[in-house]
Structure formats: C-alpha cells, structure tokens
C-alpha cells in the first residue's frame, strides 16, 4: 500500500515569491492534514479536511496561506507571498481513523 | 502555551539497555496519547498509542505508561537497538471531543543509541 505522497521534498525560493505543496493521501483517508514543523519543534496543525470540507483551519494564517482539497482526494497548500520566518518543514498526514500517516515532508526555505 | 513537554531534547543509552523517554501535559482533557518516531529527512511514523481508560500498552520492546494523575506518560524501549536512534515525538489529542486528528504534539526528544 503506497503511503502519503508529498511534493515538492524540497524548494528554496526568495522572499516575496509564492509557492505551492501538493499532498496525495493514502488512497481511502477521508481526513488529511496539512502540519508544519518548525526546527527543533514538533509537528503543529496547519488545516484539518474531512473529504472537502475544511473543519479546522483555526491555526492557518489565512493572509498568505490558503490551502485546498477539491474531490476530496489530493490537497495542495499554497504560501504567497512567502516570508523569511515560513522556512520549514510542511508535512501532509491522512487518516482513517486514530493514527495519522505522515508523508516525508516537503522542506521549504526562503532566503 | 505548550500543552505537551518533552523536557530532555536528548538522551543517549547503550544498545541492550532501557531508554525511557518522558512526556507531560498540562490539558486534563487529553484522553488519547501517541508516541512518533522520526528517522532524518522522513516524516514522522506511528510507533504505540493509549487511551486514558489505560494506564499501560505494550507492543513487542516498546511500553507506554500513562500517570492521569501525573499527567505524565513515558515510553519504555527494551532492549534498546542502534536502530532505535531517532527524534521521538509524543502527541495528544481529545478523541471524545470528535479532534481526534488534531494531535498536539511535544518538542521531542532525540534518542541515540550507542552500539
């Protein structure tokens, strides 16, 4: 069974520039989240979806983060524009129920 | 406010010997707690859950143990392996409020074990 699929693993892009994270899940997660981990900090909660809908984006900084899950299947998350202090590790987990599946990340810095 | 504390960022065992890793949190309302491993440049995988209805789960070298009253929980690994080095992260969530995917997560603790 293939796990959680990230891209890009990794980006480096300038300030001020966009940029885009795409996640697919394990093929019958309802739920996907989207977490990004600071160095030396663990995982926080960036959006949760159950299928489409998003019902837990409290933690999103929602002037320069946007994310989106159509079909409820594959979801990317976008940054524009990016800042200096979003370097850092975005992680894509699903879940059926209880344990959350991780992908590898997709490590993000900005110079 | 971090509601979930690894206070040691590293430990570092011999291969054969106990590793104990400890956790606490603050949120009474915590009723389910995990424990990730994270090897370099992966993303996190789950190792051993429980529920606060229990205070023990074992699977194979790995033990969790839950304090409610503490609220402290530990992972025991017996025998420790040199595999076993990695980031190990300890999670919390409120499953009876429905969040059970919203895990708070700890600052983790780095485990290195010495052949």
């Known amino acids: 069974e293939a796990g959680v699929v990230q891209s890009p693993r990794y980006k480096i892009i300038e300030k001020k520039q966009p940029v885009a994270f795409w996640c697919n899940p394990i093929s019958g997660h309802n739920t996907l989240y989207w977490y990004l981990q600071n160095l030396g900090q663990g995982p926080e909660l960036l959006i949760r979806?159950?299928?489409?809908?998003?019902?837990?984006d409290s933690q999103l900084p929602k002037d320069r983060f946007s994310a989106e899950r159509l079909k409820g299947v594959d979801s990317t998350l976008k940054i524009q524009p990016a800042e200096l202090g979003d370097s850092a590790v975005y992680l894509c987990a699903s879940s059926t129920t209880g344990e959350l599946f991780f992908g590898e990340g997709s490590r993000l810095t900005v110079l | 406010d971090q509601q979930v504390k690894q206070n040691s960022p590293s430990l570092s065992v011999q291969e054969g010997r106990i590793s104990i890793l400890n956790c606490d949190y603050t949120?009474?309302?915590?009723?389910?707690f995990l424990w990730y491993k994270k090897y370099p440049a992966e993303g996190p995988t789950f190792l051993i859950s429980i529920s606060s209805i229990k205070d023990k789960n074992e699977d194979g070298r790995f033990t969790v143990f839950l304090n409610k009253s503490a609220k402290h929980l530990s992972l025991h690994i017996v025998p420790s392996q040199p595999g076993d080095s990695a980031v190990y992260f300890c999670?919390?969530?409120?499953?009876?409020?429905?969040?059970?995917?919203?895990?708070?997560f700890g600052q983790g603790t780095t485990l290195q074990v010495k052949p």
């Open positions: 949120n009474s309302m915590f009723d389910y």
């Open positions: 979806y159950e299928n489409e809908e998003a019902v837990d």
């Open positions: 999670a919390a969530s409120r499953r009876s409020s429905g969040n059970t995917g919203k895990l708070i």
